[in-house]
């Protein structure tokens, strides 16, 4: 399936992610993640029902979250060194280059930078980086030094950098 002339979906190492069809510089805006705003409840109720939607879902502000479904973020998979981060703007949630990419390459971005302080959900990491953290948890969790990385390329949304204090 493509998205748009830039992106397509395809089987990576961590079963279907975003591939590149193009090359893109750093900054480059890669797509709007598209979906249905829901409340956290909501996000439970996909939680007992199908782990895999309710696990899709992306942080969107302190109470609700994006779901996703049919659309391309529901293929955004997770790297410890990523090469896209998550915005947030007034009108959505965009993915951004954070580096160089190249035609082919999977994109991916971290999954700790959109779960806050109060998210308790973790996974264990395929990656295959070297600076792999082989567990995915909330942004308190982040080694200092991934998080001084982030917080100087902007990767972590200011919403979810307000959960560490609040
Ligand atoms: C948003 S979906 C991404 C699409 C998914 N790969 C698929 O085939 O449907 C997120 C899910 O992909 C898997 N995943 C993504 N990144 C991963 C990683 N680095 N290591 C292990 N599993 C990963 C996990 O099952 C996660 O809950
Ligand atoms: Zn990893």
């Keep these: 399936m493509n998205y748009g002339k830039s992106l397509t979906v395809h089987p990576v ?6 591939i590149a ?18 409340t956290a409840n909501q996000v439970w109720r996909y939680w007992k029902k199908d782990r895999r939607r309710g696990e899709n ?7 609700h979250y994006l779901d996703p479904e049919g659309e391309i973020g529901a293929y955004a998979n997770h790297a410890c060194n990523p090469n896209a981060r998550v915005v947030r703007t007034p009108r959505g949630i965009y993915l951004r280059a954070l580096k160089p990419i190249a035609a082919g390459r999977e994109i991916t971005h971290d999954y700790s930078t959109l779960l806050g302080a109060d998210d308790v959900w973790t996974m264990k990491c395929n990656c295959g980086e070297r600076n792999c953290r082989r567990i995915v948890a909330n ?7 991934v998080m001084r990385r ?9 919403f979810i950098l307000k959960t560490m204090t609040s």
Excluded: K, M, S, T
């Excluded at 190492?13 to 975003?18: E, H, Y």
């Excluded at 090359?23 to 829901?38: K, Q, S, T, W």
């Design 13 to 18: 190492r961590n079963g279907l992610g975003i």
């Design 21 to 38: 069809l193009r090359a893109f510089e750093p900054g480059d805006l890669l797509c709007r993640v598209r979906g249905r705003i829901v």
């Design 57 to 63: 879902c992306f942080r969107y502000d302190a109470d």
């Design 139 to 145: 942004v308190a969790r982040l080694p200092a030094v």
């Design 150 to 158: 982030y917080q100087r390329l902007n990767a972590i949304p200011a």
